[in-house]
T-cell receptor
Framework: GQNIDQPTEMTATEGAIVQINCTYQ??????LFWYQQHAGEAPTFLSY??LDGLEEKGRFSSFLSRSKGYSYLLLKELQMKDSASYLC??????????WGAGTKLIIKP | DTAVSQTPKYLVTQMGNDKSIKCEQN?????MYWYKQDSKKFLKIMFS???????INETVPNRFSPKSPDKAHLNLHINSLELGDSAVYFC??????????????FGAGSRLTVL
């Protein structure tokens, strides 16, 4: 079967750095997405990785290792507004999008 | 000027009723989707549709049906509602064809509660 694993919940402090991990076992790989979803709102696109390595976009960075079936989302200089769920999703060999359950990130002052 | 808009935002109804959720996108995207997000927060694809093809997730009961009057609209009709249908339903759209590798723009969601 196809599986995406993320921690259910993480807590971090305002101003700090947090890394949210995602491991996957899928039938093939054609890219990995990270989406942010604030409570009661729509998911919004953060990043897309298809090649190994780190992609930086402001305070957010996303890393991919295809050989390890592993990605992480790195959030720097955390702000209270970063409190949200972060969804990892993998595109499989049939170009179907497989979603993880998301990681709820709680930011404390 | 909302990119993907869906109505209603909240819908409370009785078991056995039939209901519809409407979705419109003004992004000029080619493909639209319906997703279901359950209490465990998993997003599950229900339908993917562009002007050439409809892909139905085989796990979706045939009580659910998408209807697209034009490229900018994809409505969701649900017949004989059941308690297990309670969830948040998200409409989404993307540029390009029916590929999971396209970036999705989601609507704000419609929370359906079946009593």
């Amino acid at each position: 079967g196809q599986n995406i694993d993320q921690p259910t919940e993480m807590t971090a402090t305002e101003g700090a750095i947090v890394q949210i991990n995602c491991t996957y076992q899928t039938s093939g790989f054609n890219g990995l997405f990270w989406y942010q979803q604030h409570a009661g709102e729509a998911p919004t696109f953060l990043s897309y990785n298809v090649l190994d390595g780190l992609e930086e976009k402001g305070r957010f960075s996303s890393f991919l290792s295809r050989s390890k079936g592993y990605s992480y989302l790195l959030l720097k200089e955390l702000q209270m507004k970063d409190s949200a769920s972060y969804l990892c999703a993998v595109v499989d060999s049939n170009y179907q999008l497989i979603w993880g359950a998301g990681t709820k990130l709680i930011i404390k002052p | 000027d909302t990119a993907v808009s869906q109505t209603p935002k909240y819908l409370v109804t009785q078991m056995g009723n039939d209901k519809s959720i409407k979705c419109e996108q003004n992004l000029g995207h080619d493909t639209m989707y319906w997703y279901k997000q359950d209490s465990k927060k998993f997003l599950k694809i229900m339908f993917s549709y562009n002007n050439k093809e409809l892909i139905i997730n085989e796990t979706v009961p045939n009580r659910f049906s998408p209807k697209s009057p034009d490229k900018a609209h994809l409505n969701l009709h649900i017949n004989s509602l059941e308690l297990g249908d309670s969830a948040v339903y998200f409409c989404a759209s993307s540029q390009g064809g029916l590929s999971g590798a396209n970036v999705l723009t989601f609507g704000a969601g419609s929370r359906l509660t079946v009593l």
